[in-house]
């Protein structure tokens, strides 16, 4: 799941992403273009579900995908709550939210 919020006294997109419990994976984090593909760790909460909360400042389109981490395997997935996908270098696709609709 993906939330978006506009924030007008700060003039920011608050984005909380949310992935759900039955992720069985030692840890998640999220890879995209608004902070130069640099890992972010997601939490994991109480109730067994990965949480994490970004702030863009500039309205926009912007890709991302998640890494996790199971064992000594990586792997990389698409959110399909995402705005929408397009496909990327590498040859698969990441997933692109879409910020200029929340201000």
Known sequence: MIKKQYIKTRK???ITFELPKNLEHDNVHL???FNDWQPVAFERLK????KLVQEVAEAGA???RYMSKQGQNYHFFNDDS???H???PLGTTN???D???TR
Request: hydrophobic content about 35%; glycine content about 4%; some cysteine.
């Open 12 to 14: 920011i997109t608050k």
């Open 31 to 33: 890879l995209a273009d």
């Open 47 to 50: 109730n067994g579900k990965w």
């Open 62 to 64: 912007y890709e991302f």
């Open 82 to 84: 995402a705005d929408t």
């Open 86 to 88: 397009i496909p990327n």
């Open 95 to 97: 997933s692109v939210i």
């Open 99 to 101: 910020c200029q609709s």
